[in-house]
């Protein structure tokens, strides 16, 4: 079956530092990849997508490039803010008909001033 | 700009009771789904509907029912409470296809006692 294995948090870093959120995936077919923010007492948003290979999804000064070769979909922004605080989740839908969602287990983000 | 509303936001029960979460979007998605929320596990899928009349099992469908009473909405209900369903219950709903984002409501913070 498919699924997603994301790097443990917490991860805490101060303002301005480089962040990398690593992703690796397991899926048959052509997956598309999405990474998904949620503050703190909120529902999740999407913050970013690719759908196929190579595609380079961004959002909001984030990045993250779809990898078929490694099966990764790496978060990257260069210079994190305070207010990027939150838990960010990996996720892929099967290509196709079948549209749902795997997560993976989220990753705690804490940037200090 | 309501996008997915989901009631209540908190409940507390007791072991053995019923309730039913509810769920509305008025973005005139095709598919909807309820995830659960647990620490350390990520987002779960507990039941999908892929369009009005349809619904189908997630990972972690025991002890849930579902019904998609319109397009517009769609709900979760618990028969008989148990301490093992206390989490943060998330509704999302999506356009039909699987680049499609899913969008989620704020949750319900559920506790059974």
Request: aromatic fraction near 12%; charged fraction near 15%.
């Amino acid at each position: 079956g498919n699924s997603v294995t994301q790097m443990e948090g917490p991860v805490t870093l101060s303002e301005e530092a480089f962040l990398t959120i690593n992703c690796t995936y397991t899926a048959t077919g052509y997956p598309s990849l999405f990474w998904y923010v949620q503050y703190p007492g909120e529902g999740l948003q999407l913050l970013l997508k690719a759908t196929k290979a190579d595609d380079k999804g961004s959002n909001k000064g984030f990045e993250a490039t779809y990898r078929k070769e490694t099966t990764s979909f790496h978060l990257e922004k260069g210079s994190v803010q305070v207010s990027d605080s939150a838990v960010y989740f990996c996720a892929l839908s099967e290509g196709g008909s079948n549209y749902k969602l795997t997560f993976g287990k989220g990753t705690l983000l804490t940037v200090n001033p | 700009n309501a996008g997915v509303t989901q009631t209540p936001k908190f409940q507390v029960l007791k072991t053995g009771q019923s309730m039913t979460l509810q769920c509305a979007q008025d973005m005139n998605h095709n598919s909807m789904y309820w995830y659960r929320q647990d620490p350390g596990m990520g987002l779960r899928l507990i039941y999908y509907s892929a369009s009005e009349g349809t619904t189908d099992k997630g990972e972690v469908p025991n002890g849930y029912n579902v019904s998609r009473l319109n397009k517009r909405e769609f709900s979760l209900r618990l028969e008989s409470a148990a301490p093992s369903q206390t989490s943060v219950y998330f509704c999302a709903s999506s356009l039909t296809g699987s680049n499609q984002p899913q969008h989620f409501g704020d949750g319900t913070r559920l506790s059974i006692l």
